[in-house]
Nanobody, 124 residues
Framework: QVQLVESGGGLVQPGGSLTLSCTAS????????KAWFRQAPGKEREFVAA??????YYGDSVKGRFTISRDNARNTVYLQMNSLKPEDTAVYFC???????????????????WGQGTQVTVSS
C-alpha cells in the first residue's frame, strides 16, 4: 500500500508561480512512477506530468511551464508551476502506479494510488 498526501495548493494571480508537493508513505519502492493529474469542474481528469526513475513526461498544455521533480530520500514529488493561467485552475491530484508501461503513463486509469487532491486557483 502507498499513501499519498498533497500540499501547496492555493490562490495565485495569473503569471504567478506555485509549487505542489506530494509525500508518499508505505511501500513506496513498489511505485516508481509518480504523476500529477488535475481536474476542473465539469471536465475529465487531465494528465499534467509524470516521473519515473529515468525520465519525466508532460502534458501538452503545461509543457515548458511546469516542472516535475522528485526527492527520493524524502519520498516526495514536486510540481513547480510557473506562468500560471486561469485555465490551470483545478484540483491537482498526486498518483502512483505499479508496473505500468511508458505508453500508458498519461492514462489516469492505470494509476492505483491517489492522494486527496489540492485546489489550485489562478485568478486576479
Amino acid at each position: 500500500q502507498v499513501q499519498l498526501v498533497e500540499s501547496g495548493g492555493g490562490l495565485v494571480q495569473p503569471g504567478g508561480s506555485l509549487t505542489l508537493s506530494c509525500t508518499a508513505s508505505g511501500s513506496t519502492f513498489s511505485s516508481p512512477v509518480k504523476a500529477w493529474f488535475r481536474q476542473a469542474p465539469g471536465k475529465e481528469r487531465e494528465f499534467v506530468a509524470a516521473t519515473t526513475w529515468t525520465s519525466n513526461y508532460y502534458g501538452d498544455s503545461v509543457k515548458g511551464r511546469f516542472t516535475i521533480s522528485r526527492d527520493n530520500a524524502r519520498n516526495t514529488v514536486y510540481l513547480q508551476m510557473n506562468s500560471l493561467k486561469p485555465e490551470d485552475t483545478a484540483v491537482y491530484f498526486c498518483a502512483a502506479a505499479v508496473g505500468i508501461s511508458v505508453s500508458t503513463i498519461k492514462q489516469h486509469e492505470v494509476y492505483k494510488y491517489w492522494g486527496q487532491g489540492t485546489q489550485v486557483t489562478v485568478s486576479s
